[in-house]
Nanobody
Framework: VQLQASGGGVVQAGDSLRLSCAAS?????????MGWFRQAPGKEREFVSA????????YYSDSVKGRFTISRDNAKNTVDLQMNSLNTEDTAVYYC??????????????????WGQGTLVTVSS
């Protein structure tokens, strides 16, 4: 399974940005949950958002809730992250992830088997 993320860039505080991630590979299954983690300079990788295979379960970290929106298109094997009202604390490398989530806890980094290469988002003040 390969995850290819795109859409990162440099924006100003208050701006919006949309990240996209496309999954491919012979072992890809739409039953995988998909999501995003991020890692800011000097900080540990942290959960941002996740969506179940059906799209019926969606989770956000408290820091992005109300500003970010995750969505997926199983026909295209893609997951998007619409990021609004960006602030400097959102500056990070954003990683697309996928994995099988057996329960209702989607923010555990260890549950995601597949990771994209990361895309850098820089928010300037």
């Amino acid at each position: 399974v390969q995850l290819q993320a795109s859409g990162g860039g440099v924006v100003q505080a208050g701006d919006s940005l949309r990240l996209s991630c496309a999954a491919s590979g012979p072992n890809w299954s739409e039953s995988y949950a998909m999501g995003w983690f991020r890692q800011a300079p000097g900080k540990e990788r942290e959960f941002v958002s996740a969506i179940s295979w059906s799209g019926r379960r969606i989770y956000y970290s408290d820091s992005v809730k109300g500003r970010f929106t995750i969505s997926r298109d199983n026909a295209k094997n893609t997951v998007d992250l619409q990021m609004n009202s960006l602030n400097t604390e959102d500056t990070a490398v954003y990683y697309c992830v996928a994995g099988v989530i057996g329960g209702s806890y989607y923010s555990n980094i260890d549950d995601y088997d597949f990771w994209g290469q990361g895309t850098l988002v820089t928010v300037s003040s």
